[in-house]
Structure formats: C-alpha cells, structure tokens
C-alpha cells in the first residue's frame, strides 16, 4: 500500500431496537427512538465527510435499518455486504471480517453489535489519540454510537493497536 494511503474504520452499534421480548433477536426492528438516532447519525456522518467505499452489516433486522436510516439522512449509499458472520461476533471474529475487506476500499464502515464491537474499537485503538475521544470510548458504547478510527495499513494487515481513534459520537435524536 501506499504511505500516502489513509484508510478510515467507521463501526456504528445498531441503534435502539425494539423490546427483546417482542420477537426473536435476529428479527427485532428499530424503535421510534433508534430511527431518529440513525437519521441524527447520518446526518452527522454526512457534517463530518465521512463517505464509506464499502459498508460489511450484520443480518440482523436492527443493523440493516440502522444502515438504512443512516443513509435516508445521509445520502451516503455504496456497496453494503450483509455478513452474518457480524451478527453478534466477539471482536476477534469482526477483526478477521476486516481483514478480508476490500482492499481498495478507503472508508470501511460496519455496522454490527455489542460487545463485539466496541471491543474491536477498543483493540485496535493506539491509545495515542485525542484524551477525550479516548475516554468517551472508554465511557462505554451506547445503541448507535460511531467510532472512526485511522487506519495506516492495508485492511488484510489491521492489527490490535494499529488504528488511531479520531472521534466517537453517540446520537439522541
């Protein structure tokens, strides 16, 4: 890869999904809430230029519509992978995903769930970046949260430590 290359990680937890109980997990849809929060994200993904080449989804019911709201808001559409291999993955399993990411991909988004998730966040971040985006991450990763990480590496060599953790933002619509 090229050293002048920059490649961008944007995970985003699902948004709030309806009550656990009301079907089953795989099939449970985005609360009232959790629309206005992917509709809040898209639009702060779209403030901030955040264009994703490639976005890997989990099958999930609440992840699809979380990425579907997101780019309602956003206008962002590109390539989506739904991976059921994201569904509900620890984050050494989502880590294996990017890795076999496109490589020509610059901006890599997954939408996916915790713990997975915000423990491959938490991985792969140098603990070199801003004090404060590091210690909201550490604050915890709510339904809907956006963890952006630069990445100076090609996708298939990402390992733990190697990304810088740019910022975190957490929507209530």
Aim: glycine share 6%; hydrophobic share 40%.
């Amino acid at each position: 890869m090229n050293d002048a290359t920059h490649r961008q990680l944007v995970l985003i937890r699902h948004a709030k999904a309806e009550d656990p109980e009301a079907k089953v997990d795989h099939d449970r849809s985005l609360s009232e809430r959790g629309r206005a929060d992917a509709d809040a994200a898209g639009r702060w993904m779209r403030e901030q230029g955040i264009a994703p080449d490639l976005v890997l989804c989990s099958t999930a019911a609440r992840t699809r519509e979380t990425w579907a709201g997101i780019v309602e808001a956003s206008k962002l559409g590109t390539v989506v992978e739904h991976d059921p291999r994201i569904y509900n993955a620890p984050a050494q399993r989502l880590l294996g995903v990017v890795r076999e990411a496109d490589p020509d991909a610059i901006t890599l988004v997954m939408v996916g769930h915790a713990p997975g998730l915000p423990d491959l966040a938490a991985t792969l971040q140098d603990g070199e970046g801003d004090e404060d985006v590091q210690e909201r991450l550490a604050e915890g990763f709510p339904t809907c949260t956006v963890a952006v990480l630069n990445v100076d590496t090609d996708w298939a060599d990402v390992a733990p430590r190697a990304a810088r953790l740019r910022t975190v933002y957490t929507p209530r619509g």
